[in-house]
Every structure is written in C-alpha cells, then in structure tokens.
C-alpha cells in the first residue's frame, strides 16, 4: 500500500504537484463562474456548454468560432477559451510528467498517453531548431494535434526547464486566443450572412481531421499486430 501512496505524496510536494494544484482551482473557479452565469442569464448555460464541449473534441479553433457564431462578445470568448485551456493544460501535464511509468502501463490510458508522446516526438525536429519561439508557435496553431499539452511534452524533449514550459505554453495559448478570436470576428463581418456557414464549416473540417487521424493511427497499430503475427508463426 506504500507503494502506492508514496509516488503521490511527493508527487504535492513538487512543482508539477503545485501545477497541478492550481490547475484545479481554476477549473474550479471557471465552473463556478460558468454556475452563476447559467443562473442568472439561462440563454447563456448552453452556449457555454457549447464553446467547452468544442474546444475539448475539436480544439481552441472550433471554439472560438462557434463561441462568435453565438453572439458572444469577444472578451468572453476569450476569457472563457484561455481559462479552460490553461486551466486543463495545468492539470493533465503534471501528471503525464510525474506518472508517465505508470499511466504507459495502463491497457487503455497508456495507448493514450504513448499516442500523445508519438505526437510530440514527430514535431520536435521541426521545432528545436526555433527553441522556445518554436513552441509558442506551435500551440499557437488552433487545430487539436498541436494543443498546449503536445507543445509542452515538445519542450521537455528539449530540456526545457517546468517552469520556462509552463509560461511558453501560457503565451502560446494566450495569444492565439486573442488573434483568432479577432480574426474569426473581422471574418464574420466581411461575409455577414455567409458568416453564419463557417462555423460549422471549419468545425467539420477540423472533426474530419480529427477522425482521419484516429483511423490512420488504429490503421498502422493493426498493420503492426499483423506483421509481428506473422513473424511469430514464422
């Protein structure tokens, strides 16, 4: 039972520990926010919903674009887009960090996580070169498989120090909040009623990524299992 309890224990007594402790009151902070919102504006509970559920299964992009589409104002976009990423990104790095060991040896969670460390191996080459600039960059990028976790795990591979990670990636996500937020919103009014099309349009183009991904990569792990089949029967 120590066992157990040990790595968690000095897991709070760390700085991913304290990240991960801060992520939590700010998720915490934000669906209390979001509680009262709901309770006093009602119309608003299902946009909310509507911009988180977004910026989980198709990333900051889709969001942002839906959260504009809904009519609302471009601070509270903002504002709810970062919370949420930062806040998310503040939980779920410490714990990949902390318990990479033991999270790979889980059946279902460790393909997750080893598919999430694959990702960022892939990209680090193409950003070493531009150091941190390059990670900014890269978060900065609205599309899911270059989201602040993928960015943060690049700078580890790297070397980066936690804490020149945890404000990279806070750039990163901050400033592509802010740019794509007002470029969506300058889109919108150039094509007026055409405007209300695109959300749904980049959404689907972005959930269409998404999906050709996830089959490319079922496509090779069953291509694996047949060839290492096939060399056992040898």
Known sequence: MS?????????????EGLIFLIGCC???????LFALFGHYIPELKENFLSIIVADILAGRGASISIGLNLGLSNFM???IS???????????????IYFYGYLIEMKF???????????????????EKWGALGIVFFVWIPLPSTGALIGAIIGGLMGMRTITIIWVVILGIISSTISWAFAFDYLFKITEGAGKIIPSIFVGLILGIVIFRRLQHLYRLAKQKIKLKNNSSK
């Not at 066992?3 to 700085?15: G, H, L």
């Not at 700010?26 to 209390?32: K, S």
């Not at 919370?83 to 779920?92: E, G, P, S």
């Not at 969670?109 to 950003?127: E, L």
């Open 3 to 15: 066992k157990f309890y040990m790595p968690i224990i000095s897991f709070f007594k760390s700085i």
């Open 26 to 32: 700010l998720l915490t902070i934000e669906l209390i």
């Open 82 to 96: 970062v919370l949420l990423n930062i806040a998310l990104f503040f939980i779920f790095y410490p714990l990949i």
């Open 77 to 79: 976009v903002i504002s």
């Open 109 to 127: 969670i460790g393909k997750i996580f080893g598919s999430v460390k694959h990702k960022a191996q892939k990209h680090q080459s193409k950003i």
